[in-house]
């Protein structure tokens, strides 16, 4: 089973990454002003996950990776593979997984959420 992670960017913006059972992430979404509008936009995923398209692509040193798109808006895009057996792969453990997958929360600052933790 994979695990979907918000997190809050540098510059205050929040995204979402898919990751797979190793942990290693497989897409990224792209930039969201609030973190309610990244868990609207996995919950519309799971929702219409039948009608995801995986489109492909290729760098122009070789790598190849996927874009999801849903009614042509492109959600989030996969990161490189090095051989069409391993994009392929990747995109089999989204469309095995992705529904499945638990949300983890990472936007919060753990000192502020903890405060009386004081590490040395």
Known sequence: MGTLVISKKENSTYKYTY???KGHTVITSNSHQTKAHCISEINVLK????SIEFVRYKT?????YFKLSLNG????ASRKFTTPLLLEKGMSDVTKYFMESEILDFTEDVFEAFPEIVFD
């Open 73 to 76: 808006y492109v959600l989030g």
């Open 60 to 64: 122009p040193s070789g790598k190849l």
């Open 19 to 21: 990751n797979n059972r």
């Open 47 to 50: 929702r219409n996950f039948s």
